[in-house]
């Protein structure tokens, strides 16, 4: 069976790494309007006759497309923050729950996660689930991603001639959007504290998170904390954990390591006396952190392989 499938925004930066996963794809057909993409009628027939939408849009227009879907049988992944802790909205990160692969499976509305928040809810929600870290302890997020998360402009901005920007911080007012979404689905009760940074490489992230392991309530040692991964992500095919022998003997780690791939890598990394952690969940913005998460969430919706197209 070939499945009909529609990308709206498809000539941004995700939308365009969406398509390439797809079109060489023989159980899927994209629907393609090329330069009738802006055709208001034109779109409102693709979002109303495929079997599968992937919006690539902003969170306007992305709620403006979803508007226009009259039929009820058509699948819908947003990869905007519109819909990310909306009820009606399934939260397409399959690995984040026992429950959360058949729920993506059941629903008609998936919301793609956020890169940065990828990172962060892999490595901290299952350690809020096993009392390790309070719900309403201050958490704080560190991270850095390559400069094609901040789409066209920054791509454009960094990759110009003679630009000479190495590193910078943003996300300065404490209001970035992805603070709701990170604080939600990471089962956490109180608003995390996200730095966000952006370098000069074009693809690729490291989210890390800093605990006093001796200022938590039960003080859990690093073991601990590895333990309650490994067990939330035993037998997944995207999401690992390295063995703290692995991570014990790094002396860096390096922001483009998975780089083109669907995969994230948590480590947990600690100080001998055990007093502290710090989390580090590696992934490529532009793979599980965007497009490569749709392309799964995709294949789980339509009841396909989800590795389909990914490995």
Not at 19 to 43: I, Y
Not at 177 to 186: F, G, I, L, R, Y
Not at 230 to 236: I, L, R, S, T
Not at 301 to 307: C, N, S, V
Request: charged content about 25%; some cysteine.
């Amino acid at each position: 069976m070939t499945h009909t499938i529609f990308i709206d925004g498809e000539a941004g930066t995700t939308g365009l790494e969406i398509r390439e996963r797809l079109e060489a794809r023989g159980d899927l057909e994209l629907m393609l309007l090329g330069d009738r993409r802006r055709d208001v009628e034109a779109r409102r027939e693709a979002l109303n006759s495929a079997d599968a939408v992937i919006l690539c849009l902003p969170d306007d227009a992305a709620i403006e497309a979803v508007s226009m879907i009259e039929n009820p049988k058509v699948r819908v992944i947003d990869a905007s923050t519109a819909y990310r802790v909306a009820d009606g909205w399934t939260y397409g990160f399959a690995e984040m729950d026992a429950a959360q692969r058949a729920a993506i499976a059941a629903s008609t509305r998936v919301s793609n996660p956020g890169c940065y928040p990828t990172g962060f809810i892999g490595l901290m929600r299952p350690l809020v689930k096993a009392g390790l870290v309070p719900a309403d302890w201050p958490v704080t997020i560190n991270a850095v991603s390559g400069y094609s998360g901040g789409g066209k402009a920054m791509i454009a901005e960094f990759e110009a001639e003679g630009a000479s920007t190495a590193f910078r911080a943003y996300g300065l007012t404490l209001k970035h959007k992805h603070v709701p979404e990170m604080t939600k689905h990471a089962g956490l009760s109180r608003p995390v504290l996200f730095s966000p940074a952006v370098g000069n490489y074009r693809q690729g992230m490291l989210v890390e998170v800093p605990l006093h392991l001796s200022a938590l309530p039960e003080t859990p040692s690093v073991e601990r904390l590895h333990g309650a991964l490994v067990e939330a992500y035993d037998g997944q095919r995207f999401v690992e954990v390295a063995d703290l022998e692995e991570t014990e003997a790094m002396t860096g780690i390096e922001p483009e390591g998975l780089k083109g791939t669907n995969r994230m890598r948590l480590h947990v990394f600690g100080d001998r006396g055990g007093e502290q952690a710090r989390l580090v969940a590696l992934l490529d913005n532009l793979g599980k952190g965007a497009s490569g998460a749709a392309v799964q969430n995709l294949n789980i919706m339509l009841g396909l392989d989800e590795a389909t197209g990914l490995i």
